[in-house]
């Protein structure tokens, strides 16, 4: 089965800014794929050029076997799109804003009714049908948005930072909402700065700047980590602690956690005695050094310093 | 184009626009409103000046001449002034607009068959009124010197007046401005309206990001543009018909020209106000810009451009090149037709046809810039 989307080589240039640099990815029917990195690496760009907003500058992409760039109107016929802002008409009922998009989508008569009914359903709205939209808690808005979102029967869905501002049980609730749709053969792909949405997407892609820096399941992208240990280091300065340790041969990679530092070594032991040797030194004696499981958080902080230090490489090569 | 999804997008604005009655009876009530504060303000009649009267004279005939001042009902006697009064001083403080002075002997020169002398004095410092007040006074002293000339022996008149001047003026013979005003006034009241209400009805929804949410549906650009024209037409159209019942109620300007001509040329009018609302709302990014950008753009024109208070002909060329865009230019004679001369379209062809183009233009620009792609 061929995939649902194809991206190859997708480049987006805004005057001198390129937004996304060389994307190649592709998603096949009834995953869950998260679209992660900081605001303006590029996720919302991919994700308008998925859905026939802009054209790419370059390279192709392909949803459902139609191309982005010849196909736009197919394409956007055929799938479905929750924004950023949950896009709803605050002046309207739950049913009419329904009943708007449904109309929009070109439903009509039992179908139109059908499909209100079900979003209804879907998006645990019964007995708020007359509600105006603007009176619903946060949660209960971006379930709606989902449901007008795919009104239509779309065999893919994105979704654009569908939890920002929501509260940690809608958005749970609203997790469900896309496992159940996923189940149905839906493909989902969703961009999120939350690692915890994240760690529920069947796979995912980390973009930086523009690039992808790395790509596949979670306990793929945790492989990174092979055949070397992640050590957590509660120490009373950790800043400080990370200047000293830098720069060290055995120490791989360092970062700062809150209070905590992350440092990567080979070996398990030997790294837990250098560290204590290096910091009681200075006074800055470690309570204690644990090896702990990477999170993604530590896969990602691991891929963008890698990423970042390709890029100075690059430039200092040209 | 699909009537559904027109359809669906016009009966979301209306809804819309019964859920906010503040902004609805802004739409239908601010226009009749507008009419009436305008109406009345905008009245370039002068009634009832305020004339002080030194008559030296006390004859018969002097008392006539002042007499005929007081019942054309444009002058009230606020004064009897003694030869010696100080007339400056009335003047400045504003207790008479104009004096009329009858030096001594007034009778009797015109018993004698010689010239009266009789002196009107004004207060210059607002122009415009001293012009009205000096035309009512010369056509007042004009009539009295008519009945006069009548009243005198047949054999005297040979020589005196040959030229039996009688004018008439037509569609308002009271010269009334507010016949003039009200056909003005609903040119730039729907131009207002319906640029202001377009143009923040389709930028709210860039704002909401409603906008974006539509343009990933399948909806055409011309079916989002229709569903967002139609209801604003209806709009537009019902508070035509309010103002023009106000204008009969209050101010007494009746529809004299066929309906259908009327609701034909206010129908491509409108077209071309809610195409500018939508070229605007294609420029501006918030509401509160587009608010501005749209009163300035579509009201500025309306008043100053059309002809609507300033005669076109007596604007220097450049800015007479200028009024050829503005569309309220061409509705403003066209309304003044129907409305005051009872004229059809079929006299106004030329006009009409401006409408029609500057109506396709538009529309075209606006339909080419929201449906243009993001780069």
């Known amino acids: 089965m061929p995939p649902v989307i194809e991206v190859e080589g997708l480049v987006k240039r805004f005057g001198a800014f390129t937004s996304v640099d060389d994307l190649t990815l592709s998603v096949s029917k009834g995953e869950v794929f998260g679209l992660l990195g900081s605001n303006g690496a590029g996720k919302t760009t991919t994700i308008r050029m998925l859905c026939g907003l802009l054209t790419p500058t370059s390279g192709s992409a392909r949803v459902l076997g139609m191309d982005v760039a010849r196909n736009p109107e197919g394409i956007k016929r055929r799938i479905g799109y929750m924004t950023q802002r949950f896009s709803l008409y605050d002046d309207l009922t739950v049913r009419q804003n329904l009943r708007f998009f449904g109309g929009v989508y070109g439903l009509r008569g039992h179908a139109l009714g059908e499909r209100t009914d079900w979003a209804v359903v879907t998006a645990g709205l019964e007995g708020k049908e007359d509600l105006l939209t603007r009176s619903l808690p946060g949660g209960w808005k971006q379930r709606l948005a989902l449901a007008c979102a795919v009104l239509h029967d779309p065999k893919v869905v994105f979704l654009d930072e569908p939890t920002g501002g929501v509260d940690p049980i809608s958005r749970r609730r609203f997790w469900t909402l896309i496992d159940a749709m996923a189940g149905e053969g839906i493909t989902l792909i969703v961009t999120t700065h939350y690692l915890d949405e994240a760690e529920r997407c069947d796979r995912i892609a980390l973009m930086h700047a523009g690039r992808l820096v790395a790509l596949g399941t979670v306990a793929e992208l945790k492989e990174v980590f092979a055949g070397r240990v992640l050590l957590e280091v509660a120490c009373p300065r950790a800043l400080e602690a990370q200047a000293q340790l830098e720069g060290q041969a055995w120490v791989l990679e360092s970062a700062v956690f809150g209070t905590r530092l992350h440092v990567v070594v080979a070996d398990a032991e030997e790294g837990r005695r250098r560290i204590e040797e290096a910091l009681s030194g200075s006074g800055n004696v470690p309570a204690e050094v644990e090896r702990i499981v990477p999170s993604l958080e530590d896969v990602f902080i691991h891929c963008i310093e890698a990423e970042e230090a390709a890029r100075a490489a690059r430039g200092v090569a040209s | ?375």
Do not use: C
Request: proline share 4%; glycine share 6%; charged share 15%.
């Open chain 2, 1 to 375: 184009m699909s009537l559904r999804k027109v359809w669906a997008i016009a009966g979301k604005e209306l809804r819309q626009a019964s859920r906010d009655p503040l902004s609805l009876a802004m739409l239908l009530g601010v226009p009749t409103m507008m009419l009436v504060m305008y109406g009345y303000a905008i009245n370039f009649d002068v009634r009832h000046v305020r004339l002080a009267v030194r008559d030296l004279d006390k004859s018969a005939a002097s008392r006539d001449l002042v007499a005929s001042f007081v019942n054309s009902t444009y002058f009230d006697q606020v004064a009897d002034l003694a030869a010696n009064a100080d007339l400056e001083r009335l003047t400045e403080r504003r207790v008479a607009r104009a004096i009329l002075a009858i030096p001594e002997g007034y009778a009797r020169d015109l018993e004698a068959g010689r010239v009266a002398k009789v002196q009107l004095i004004l207060d210059g410092a607002d122009a415009n009124t001293a012009t009205t007040v000096l035309g009512y006074a010369s056509a007042l002293i004009g009539a009295a010197n008519a009945r006069m000339f009548l009243a005198s022996p047949a054999a005297e008149r040979v020589n005196r007046s040959p030229i039996d001047y009688q004018p008439r003026v037509w569609y308002n013979p009271e010269l009334r401005s507010t016949q003039f005003l009200v056909p003005g006034l609903v040119g730039f009241i729907l131009m207002l309206t319906a640029v202001v209400s377009t143009a923040l009805s389709v930028v709210r929804e860039k704002e909401r990001g409603t906008l974006e949410q539509l343009r990933v549906t399948s909806l055409r650009p011309s079916e989002l543009i229709a569903g967002k024209v139609l209801p604003y037409l209806g709009i537009s159209l019902t508070a035509t018909a309010i103002i023009l019942v106000a204008a009969r109620l209050l101010f007494g300007v009746s529809v004299r020209g066929p309906y259908l001509d009327l609701f034909v040329a206010t129908l491509i009018y409108l077209i071309g106000a809610l195409g500018f609302g939508l070229l605007v709302s294609s420029f501006a990014d918030t509401q509160a810009m587009a608010f501005q950008v749209a009163m300035v753009t579509s009201m500025l024109p309306a008043i100053f451009l059309s002809g609507f208070i300033f005669p076109i002909r007596s604007m220097p060329l450049a800015v007479q090149v200028l009024t050829y865009a503005v569309p309220a230019r061409y509705f403003n004679v066209i309304l003044r037709g129907v409305i005051l001369k009872g004229a059809g379209l079929a006299s106004y062809g030329r006009d009409v046809a401006f409408l029609v183009l500057y109506a396709t233009a538009v529309m075209g620009v606006a339909y080419a810039r929201l449906t243009r792609k993001e780069v």
